[in-house]
């Protein structure tokens, strides 16, 4: 799995494509920024921040406040890789949200996206 060009690609530059895919399904903002700060443990003005300071996936996961101690729940397929199987870390943490969109976007329980 090559990486180095996500890691260094802008949060921002993906930000839209995520509320483009969960709005198209009926979803918010909102909904996608309560999975975001779950995950990461950000708020919304430090979102805006690096959405604004366009800071690269791989600072955007290192600078993360606290990543949810419940993250090794989320399992599955997400771009024909099982998450809990990624050795990358970063990779996986990026897999991890692209899985928590997915899953809002298909109308998954919000309960359930959160491993509630």
């Given at each position: 799995?090559?990486?180095?060009k ?10 839209p494509?995520y509320?483009?895919k ?42 993360a ?16 890789y ?23 976007a ?11």
């Amino acid at each position: 799995m090559e990486n180095h060009k996500v890691f260094k690609m802008s949060f921002a530059s993906v930000y839209p494509h995520y509320v483009n895919k969960v709005e198209k399904k009926g979803k918010t903002k909102d909904e996608l920024h309560t999975i975001i700060f779950w995950l990461t443990g950000y708020n919304e003005q430090q979102l805006q921040n690096l959405i604004e300071d366009k800071t690269n996936f791989e600072d955007f996961f290192k600078n993360a406040p606290q990543l949810n101690p419940n993250v090794t729940k989320i399992t599955g397929v997400i771009c024909g890789y099982r998450v809990e199987e990624i050795e990358d870390k970063l990779m996986q943490k990026i897999r991890y949200l692209d899985k928590l969109v997915d899953e809002l976007a298909k109308g998954k329980a919000m309960e359930k996206i959160l491993r509630s």
